[in-house]
């Protein structure tokens, strides 16, 4: 299927329960993801694909582990029947050049989708990109125009239906923590603040458990249109 993806309104979606697969468990925003979906009665199965175990247990949840996230064909069975994916791998970009954060951001992202895609043709696929996002492709930030393109690409791809999340300041809740150790330190330093933070800013600011919330109801009922900012995040978790 070729061309540019479909968006539709949630009054033409079902409110029929929703199949996952979930890419990067085992980080913070996969982590916070896997928390809400586990939870929603709305969400029947999920399937996490990572390298490491998250070391969670619950009766709709399935982990496969796989090494090469550049080779999915030895899990590609694992992929057919699920009404979306939410894509939440990702790196920093402190310290890498753009060709090593394009294959970790780009590339990698592309791999996943066209699995998904050719496994599920009329799925959802939701990609966790960022706040800043160039979608010029132009601008002097480097990992925003790696997210811009990688957007662009997504939105070419023939997926039936693509959102580019763009989150800004994300606290971590529910005991979810970032790899990244000066990061966690810095959400620990600011956890008392974060309430203050979203009522100021809610635009601005978001956390792992509404994002995971916004993430279920794109799967479920969708947005009328492709971009979901940290304020479309809040707004879809309170509606869920």
């Keep these: 299927m070729g061309g540019a993806a479909v968006w539709l309104s949630a009054r033409q979606y079902t409110s029929a329960p929703v199949r996952v ?3 990067g468990a085992t980080g913070m925003i996969g982590g916070g993801a896997l ?6 009665p709305r969400v029947t199965a999920v399937t996490s694909l990572s390298r490491a175990s998250t070391g969670a247990s619950h009766p709709k949840l399935t982990e496969i582990l796989h090494r090469d996230f550049f080779d ?14 939410f894509y939440c791998l990702g790196v ?8 090593s954060y394009s294959r970790m951001t780009y590339d990698l992202t592309l791999v996943a989708a066209r699995a998904y895609l050719a496994a599920n043709p009329a799925g959802t696929f939701c990609y966790i990109s960022g706040a800043g996002a160039d979608s010029s492709e132009r601008g002097r930030t480097m990992w925003a125009r ?13 997926l039936s ?8 300041f994300i606290q971590p ?12 330190a810095f959400y620990t330093a600011v956890a008392p603040l974060s309430p203050l933070i979203r009522l100021l800013l809610p635009g601005l600011a978001t956390t792992t458990a509404l994002l995971g919330r916004a993430l279920i109801q794109l799967g479920l009922k969708g947005f009328s249109r492709p971009i979901v900012t940290t304020r479309d995040i809040n707004r879809l978790a309170a509606a869920g």
């Excluded at 928390?35 to 929603?40: N, Q, T």
């Excluded at 920093?92 to 060709?99: F, K, Q, R, Y």
């Excluded at 809740?173 to 966690?184: D, E, L, P």
Aim: net charge positive; proline share 6%.
């Design 146 to 158: 790696v997210k811009g393109r990688t957007e662009n690409t997504l939105l070419k791809l023939g």
């Design 72 to 85: 999915l064909q030895p899990v590609a069975a694992h992929l057919p029947g699920h009404d979306a994916c």
């Design 92 to 99: 920093t970009a402190v310290g890498l050049d753009e060709p």
């Design 35 to 40: 928390i809400e979906c586990l939870a929603d």
């Design 173 to 184: 809740v529910n005991g979810v923590r970032s790899k990244t150790a000066w990061y966690q």
């Design 21 to 23: 697969v979930l890419f």
């Design 161 to 168: 239906r693509v959102y580019l999340v763009r989150p800004g």
